[in-house]
T-cell receptor, first 113, second 112 residues
Framework: DAEITQSPRHKITETGRQVTLACHQT?????MFWYRQDLGHGLRLIHY???????NKGEVSDGYSVSRSNTEDLPLTLESAASSQTSVYFC????????????FGQGTRLTVV | GENVGLHLPTLSVQEGDNSIINCAYS??????FIWYKQESGKGPQFIID?????DKRQGQRVTVLLNKTVKHLSLQIAATQPGDSAVYFC???????????FGQGTTLQVKP
């Protein structure tokens, strides 16, 4: 079955380190998204991509970057991790932009100490 | 600003009763709404969706109602079961961009 997977599931890193979270989907969806989930804020959009070589900033993009070199992967990089980036990160993909749901991965819990 | 919000952070119901979870949105231009269920330690899971040209849509044990006049969305779960215990989010597909704006979530607790 097609799926979307994130790795690692849990990570602890130190302030100032560069961290990359992986997201891989096998649906061949063009559209991929990264969200973060914090208590009291629900899910907020970090970055998104509508296809290979396309990347766009979301609502809370400061301190994050993404790259899209192929259809299946959208890695999320924290350039210099900060304690404010301690959160649960979710990757999602969707087949179309109109009238279809997004499918979410299981999430990565990141702790910055 | 644009936001999708839920009225109650926690809803506690008796097993077998019906549950109603509410959501208010502010972007009148939005035309696609989704309800997600999130269990502990998992990602959001699609439950049901509705387009703005509809007032009601039914699934298996779930119904979504959309009132565009007051910009209100609700999720009704019939005969609530322990497996329905989770956090429920409404989300708005902003201007058909695929970008989802989420509410803060309602935790549904089902008492046996």
């Amino acid at each position: 079955d097609a799926e979307i997977t994130q790795s690692p599931r849990h990570k602890i890193t130190e302030t100032g380190r560069q961290v990359t979270l992986a997201c891989h989907q096998t649906w061949n969806h063009n559209n991929m998204f990264w969200y973060r989930q914090d208590l009291g804020h629900g899910l907020r959009l970090i970055h998104y991509s509508y296809g290979v070589q396309d990347t766009n900033k979301g609502e809370v993009s400061d301190g994050y970057s993404v790259s899209r070199s192929n259809t299946e992967d959208l890695p999320l990089t924290l350039e210099s991790a900060a304690s404010s980036q301690t959160s649960v990160y979710f990757c999602a993909s969707s087949e179309a932009l109109q009238g279809t749901e997004a499918f979410f991965g299981q999430g990565t819990r990141l702790t910055v100490v | 600003g644009e936001n999708v919000g839920l009225h109650l952070p926690t809803l506690s119901v008796q097993e077998g009763d019906n549950s109603i979870i509410n959501c208010a949105y502010s972007n009148s231009a939005s035309d696609y709404f989704i309800w997600y269920k999130q269990e502990s330690g998992k990602g959001p899971q699609f439950i049901i969706d509705i387009r703005s040209n509809m007032d009601k849509r039914q699934g298996q044990r779930v119904t979504v109602l959309l009132n565009k006049t007051v910009k209100h969305l609700s999720l009704q779960i019939a005969a609530t079961q322990p497996g329905d215990s989770a956090v429920y989010f409404c989300a708005e597909n902003k201007n058909d961009t695929g970008k989802l704006i989420f509410g803060q979530g309602t935790t549904l607790q089902v008492k046996p």
